[in-house]
């Protein structure tokens, strides 16, 4: 059975920094691509950043570039994002989710979601 498990998240000032984790379980992870994802409030859901399965590959949504970084540690099957220099339009509920390796889209694994609030 196919697990994603987040952690981290929560509430910061405009200028913070943030980190998530999400350990995954019952599949290869190892040999799985992974990307973490958003939605605000009334917005579509957006890839925020997605890294292959060694790590050595990582794309990023313009918005996130610069400030957001992907990475992953295979052997505690833990995808990490580090958030800094958050500003209010990051707000959103973020997910994990496992990711095709070269179209980066989700493949239908997901995290329960954490929020990040980006107070002014």
């Known amino acids: 059975q196919v697990r994603l498990v987040q952690s981290g998240g929560g509430s910061v000032q405009a200028g913070g920094s943030l980190r998530l984790s999400c350990v995954g379980s019952g599949y290869d992870y190892d040999k799985t691509c992974m990307g973490w994802y958003r939605q605000a409030v009334g917005k579509e859901r957006e890839r925020v950043a997605a890294i292959s399965w060694i790590g050595v590959t990582t794309v990023y949504a313009d918005s996130v570039k610069g400030r957001f970084t992907v990475s992953r540690d295979n052997a505690k099957k833990t995808l990490y994002l580090e958030m800094n220099r958050l500003s209010p339009a990051d707000t959103a509920m973020y997910y994990c989710?496992?990711?095709?390796?070269?179209?980066?889209?989700?493949?239908?694994?997901w995290g329960q979601g954490t929020q990040v609030t980006v107070s002014a």
């Open positions: 989710a496992t990711v095709q390796c070269q179209s980066w889209r989700p493949t239908g694994y």
